[in-house]
């Protein structure tokens, strides 16, 4: 790798990737609290009474106002301070990300959380934060030093389980966001988490067999069991918190704490799955790149 490391620069977008958790956490507030239109104008006032559910819809807002923000500052930081251009490129469409991700979060307030809207401004959010994510890696002295890399000979290639297990836990993220917005039952979250157990199982296992001798990698692993297996302990357990509260006055702090960190740690869970992603490309040449590395060249005399 020919690129400088700028501890700065990726400080930054640890920064902006923090923020980011801190934006699921006020999001998953407002729909466990039941706040989604206490504010039911859009943008709505600059500040109006911080009170019952106000409280949480406005935190919300101005939390992702100042992210919004923040990635713009990075986008600018990254322009000025990086030489790679497709990295320069990549920020100023996590910007992008951010304003569509803003534009659907009004029209959430404006359509009355109808036409899918709510679950649609969830799931993008996923998006943006692995955007984020991704340019912290990029940035990070670990991306830009030389690495050894890593022989893969098992079939399918690593890099397709990587993604196959990002797709399985996406496609849980949608499943749990149609299941909190009330548009789909909860058998299909439930399948779901089946779903990702298999592939994160078989993630596992293909990193522990054919790259055991990698620390890296080995302590992906590790982690990613640790993370899914608590987020499928909270996931029941935010279950069984709505089932025992169904006829109490609503909303209970038990139920409101299980599932805010059951979803916030859902989407820890996806960009972890991410990051394991980038970390394959990053260890791991795909087989074309050898074959064309392997291929003799012509040498031309005369």
């Not at 559910?53 to 301070?81: C, D, N, P, Q």
């Not at 951010?98 to 799931?123: D, E, N």
């Not at 030389?146 to 290639?157: I, K, V, Y």
């Not at 859902?266 to 980038?278: E, H, N, R």
Request: proline share 5%.
């Amino acid at each position: 790798m020919t690129s400088t490391y700028n501890p700065g620069v990726h400080r930054y977008a640890v920064f902006v990737v923090c923020w980011t958790v801190l934006l699921f956490v006020a999001g998953a507030l407002v729909t466990s609290r039941d706040a989604a239109l206490s504010v039911p104008t859009w943008p709505g006032p600059a500040m109006p009474p911080m009170v019952g559910g106000v409280l949480y819809e406005h935190s919300h807002r101005m939390i992702a106002g100042a992210l919004g923000v923040f990635t713009l500052i990075l986008a600018i930081v990254v322009w000025t301070k990086e030489k790679r251009s497709w990295l320069r490129w990549f920020s100023a469409i996590a910007v992008g990300g951010v304003v569509v991700q803003a534009i659907l979060g009004g029209q959430v307030v404006l359509r009355l959380l109808h036409y899918w809207l709510p679950v649609l401004h969830a799931c993008f959010a996923q998006i943006v934060f692995a955007a984020v994510l991704s340019i912290a890696v990029f940035t990070s002295k670990w991306w830009v030093s030389e690495r050894p890399q890593l022989e893969d000979s098992g079939s399918p290639s690593i890099h397709s389980v990587a993604l196959l297990n990002a797709a399985a836990i996406y496609l849980q993220v949608i499943l749990g966001a149609g299941f909190r917005h009330k548009e789909i039952p909860i058998w299909p979250h439930m399948a779901g988490a089946l779903l990702v157990l298999g592939t994160v199982i078989w993630t596992a296992i293909v990193l522990r067999k054919r790259f055991g001798d990698s620390r890296e990698l080995s302590k992906a692993r590790v982690m990613l069991h640790a993370i899914f297996g608590t987020q499928f302990l909270l996931g029941l357990g935010a279950y069984w918190s709505r089932l025992t509260t169904a006829d109490a006055p609503q909303p209970m702090p038990v139920m409101v704490s299980l599932t805010v960190i059951h979803t916030v740690l859902g989407a820890i869970l996806f960009a972890f799955s991410i990051l394991i992603v980038l970390m394959c490309y990053r260890l791991i040449p795909r087989r074309r790149e050898v074959a064309e590395a392997a291929e003799p060249r012509q040498v031309t005399t005369g």
